[in-house]
């Protein structure tokens, strides 16, 4: 099982690539990760995307079928 430090750092990389990886702002990202894995404690049943950008969905735009 992963630890909650090993979450939060999980967390705190994933927000830090959907950001376009930033220097110099690992406190910010590591405070966010916290507050999302308490959160995530507060409901333990809600299933929650490690990726922010996964809860965003696809960036793609809908392609027509071509069959």
């Given at each position: 099982?992963?630890?909650?430090?090993?979450?939060?750092q999980?967390?705190?990389?994933?927000?830090?690539?959907?950001?376009?990886?930033?220097?110099?702002?690992?406190?910010?990202?590591?405070?966010?990760?916290?507050?999302?894995?308490?959160?995530?404690?507060?409901?333990?049943?809600?299933?929650?995307?490690?990726?922010?950008?996964?809860?965003?969905?696809?960036?793609?735009?809908?392609?027509?079928?071509?069959?």
């Amino acid at each position: 099982m992963i630890s909650n430090q090993q979450h939060i750092q999980e967390l705190a990389y994933y927000l830090w690539l959907s950001e376009g990886k930033p220097e110099g702002q690992s406190d910010k990202h590591w405070q966010i990760a916290i507050s999302m894995a308490e959160k995530e404690n507060d409901h333990p049943h809600q299933k929650r995307s490690v990726d922010p950008s996964e809860a965003k969905g696809s960036t793609e735009p809908e392609q027509p079928d071509q069959t």
